[in-house]
């Protein structure tokens, strides 16, 4: 029962329900000290006579002067409160809705951020994030907290910032964050979000759309009127894509979902054996509505599953090769259909291009162990030997060279990279065991560390 079907039904809520309103009412009387409220109410009033803001900085500033707070337990404290008036709000929003719980709300969110945006003024080495005259400058942008998009790219932005220099090891996949957030500012996109929509979204969402609109922009693919369909906060980060590709699938007169379906139909004309049509769907979910056109869903979902986790993609075709499975030759004429819808790019997770380089930490991505381990070849040549040294799944691998581009035969063209295996652990040296050799890129799964970021030696 949810909290709310127990007011409905003149209860207390449970325990658990408890303790979130707990947590968050520690976490808002946590940083009631700072005034969340009165921080909010003086960012759009420069005459208001509150001195609050000030003395907020006062107060951070002479904390790191003294020596008794550095900037990473700034950064820590102020995300931990984050999350907690997080629960907090959400947990009252689902028992009251109304107009003054959510104007009380925006206003505590409002605070929140611009605590942050303070916390990011005095920590940072550069001067990026600056709160003048009332106003919040990120990159001499400046950002309205009144107005629900820009308050969630501020937020995001300050985030990401923080994680530059509480993470160094994660820094050139913060950067590319900020750009893509950034970016997202400047292009006037009609994304609209209603005041309620989030209390605040998790970011992946802005990245999402950002990275799948700069993307449709770039190949001159046609624009939605409106962005403001599917995202509320019963949808996932993936919605703003899978929505996306939706409009498409009936705009894009270069890659419609006729030209789609066309495609894939020819491939399975030439398929002799017989096979689980479920296999062949990247979401065998969408054969399970009869209310929708499978297909139209189909569409929508190898092109948000392509984009938003191209690493499960990849591993899923795998599995089918490895399995002898017929529908890959299907499941693979999909994924060739959307690599050409997004201009030849392959990517990782949520937008994030696939293109390996030197230096770049990898996980070993094998979804069948069983059928033995991957060889470290001393050539760039598909020749096993029991002698070579192996990898599994999960194991990590950094790049040392290549690649060589290498004709399969079974799987045509296929390129190859030098690797040495070893394991990575967050923020340390890569710890390598000596073994060295050429594996296929379709082994490389999720990056762990990318050649321009940092790392311990």
Same mark, same amino acid.
């Given at each position: 029962?949810?909290?709310? =079907?127990?007011?409905?039904?003149?209860?207390?809520?449970?325990?658990?329900?408890?303790?979130?309103?707990?947590?968050?009412?520690?976490?808002?009387?946590? /940083?009631?000290?700072?005034?969340?409220?009165?921080?909010?109410?003086?960012?759009?009033?420069?005459?208001?006579?509150?001195?609050?803001?000030?003395?907020?900085?006062?107060?951070?500033?002479?904390?790191?002067?003294?020596?008794?707070?550095?900037?990473?337990?700034?950064?820590?404290?102020?995300?931990?409160?984050?999350?907690?008036?997080?629960?907090?709000?959400?947990?009252?929003?689902?028992?009251?809705?109304?107009?003054?719980?959510?104007?009380?709300?925006?206003?505590?969110?409002?605070?929140?951020?611009?605590?942050?945006?303070?916390?990011?003024?005095?920590?940072? %080495?550069?001067?990026?994030?600056?709160?003048?005259?009332?106003?919040?400058?990120?990159?001499?942008?400046?950002?309205?907290?009144?107005?629900?998009?820009?308050?969630?790219?501020?937020?995001?932005?300050?985030? =990401?910032?923080?994680?530059?220099?509480?993470?160094?090891?994660?820094? @050139?996949?913060?950067?590319?964050?900020?750009?893509?957030?950034?970016?997202?500012?400047?292009?006037?996109?009609?994304?609209?979000?209603?005041?309620?929509?989030?209390?605040?979204?998790?970011?992946?969402?802005?990245?999402? /759309?950002?990275?799948?609109?700069?993307?449709?922009? +770039?190949?001159?693919?046609?624009?939605?009127?409106?962005?403001?369909?599917?995202?509320?906060?019963?949808?996932?980060?993936?919605?703003?894509?899978? +929505?996306?590709?939706?409009?498409?699938?009936?705009?894009?007169?270069?890659?419609?979902?006729?030209?789609?379906?066309?495609?894939?139909? =020819?491939?399975?004309?030439?398929?002799?054996?017989?096979?689980?049509?479920?296999?062949?769907?990247?979401?065998?979910?969408?054969?399970?509505?009869?209310?929708?056109?499978?297909?139209?869903?189909?569409?929508?979902?190898?092109?948000?599953?392509?984009?938003?986790?191209?690493?499960?993609?990849?591993?899923?075709?795998?599995?089918?090769?490895?399995?002898?499975?017929?529908?890959?030759?299907?499941?693979?004429?999909?994924?060739?259909?959307?690599?050409?819808?997004?201009?030849?790019? +392959?990517?990782?997770?949520?937008?994030?291009?696939?293109?390996?380089?030197?230096?770049?930490?990898?996980?070993?991505?094998?979804?069948?162990?069983?059928?033995?381990?991957?060889?470290?070849? %001393?050539?760039?040549?598909?020749?096993?030997? %029991?002698?070579?040294?192996?990898?599994?799944?999960?194991?990590?691998?950094?790049?040392?060279?290549? %690649?060589?581009?290498?004709?399969?035969?079974?799987?045509?063209?296929?390129?190859?990279?030098?690797?040495?295996?070893? @394991?990575?652990?967050?923020?340390?040296?890569?710890?390598?065991?000596?073994?060295?050799?050429?594996?296929?890129?379709?082994?490389?799964?999720?990056?762990?560390?990318?050649?321009?970021?940092?790392?311990?030696?």
């Amino acid at each position: 029962m949810t909290a709310k =079907q127990e007011q409905d039904q003149g209860r207390q809520p449970g325990r658990q329900g408890n303790r979130i309103a707990n947590l968050g009412r520690l976490a808002v009387a946590g /940083l009631a000290i700072y005034g969340l409220a009165r921080i909010a109410q003086e960012i759009p009033t420069p005459s208001d006579s509150s001195n609050n803001i000030p003395s907020i900085r006062r107060h951070i500033i002479s904390q790191l002067d003294l020596g008794r707070n550095d900037p990473e337990s700034f950064i820590l404290d102020y995300r931990s409160a984050k999350i907690g008036f997080l629960q907090y709000a959400n947990y009252n929003l689902n028992l009251d809705r109304s107009p003054g719980t959510i104007d009380e709300i925006n206003l505590q969110r409002k605070g929140i951020v611009t605590y942050g945006v303070l916390i990011a003024q005095e920590v940072l %080495p550069d001067e990026s994030v600056r709160l003048e005259d009332h106003k919040v400058k990120i990159y001499d942008t400046i950002f309205n907290l009144d107005d629900e998009f820009d308050l969630y790219l501020a937020d995001a932005l300050v985030n =990401q910032k923080l994680t530059t220099l509480l993470h160094k090891e994660s820094g @050139f996949e913060a950067e590319q964050k900020i750009q893509d957030l950034m970016w997202l500012k400047n292009h006037k996109l009609p994304v609209k979000f209603q005041r309620d929509t989030y209390i605040l979204p998790d970011e992946e969402v802005l990245i999402n /759309l950002s990275r799948f609109y700069q993307t449709v922009v +770039e190949l001159g693919y046609p624009i939605p009127k409106n962005i403001d369909y599917g995202v509320n906060n019963k949808a996932d980060r993936n919605t703003v894509v899978r +929505e996306g590709a939706r409009f498409q699938a009936h705009e894009n007169e270069v890659f419609s979902q006729d030209k789609f379906d066309t495609f894939v139909e =020819q491939v399975k004309l030439q398929i002799t054996s017989p096979y689980n049509e479920r296999d062949s769907y990247i979401n065998p979910g969408v054969l399970d509505n009869p209310n929708v056109s499978s297909n139209f869903e189909d569409y929508a979902e190898t092109i948000s599953r392509y984009f938003t986790d191209g690493v499960g993609f990849r591993r899923q075709l795998n599995l089918l090769w490895e399995t002898g499975n017929p529908a890959y030759a299907v499941l693979r004429a999909k994924y060739d259909y959307v690599r050409l819808f997004f201009g030849g790019k +392959e990517y990782l997770y949520g937008g994030q291009v696939f293109e390996p380089k030197v230096g770049d930490i990898f996980k070993i991505s094998d979804p069948d162990p069983s059928r033995g381990p991957i060889y470290l070849r %001393p050539e760039p040549v598909f020749v096993d030997n %029991p002698d070579y040294p192996t990898v599994f799944d999960d194991y990590s691998a950094r790049i040392v060279a290549g %690649p060589v581009l290498v004709n399969t035969r079974s799987r045509g063209f296929r390129r190859m990279w030098k690797v040495e295996s070893g @394991f990575y652990y967050s923020g340390q040296a890569f710890d390598t065991n000596g073994s060295q050799g050429w594996i296929s890129e379709d082994w490389l799964g999720a990056i762990e560390v990318h050649t321009e970021d940092s790392l311990p030696h």
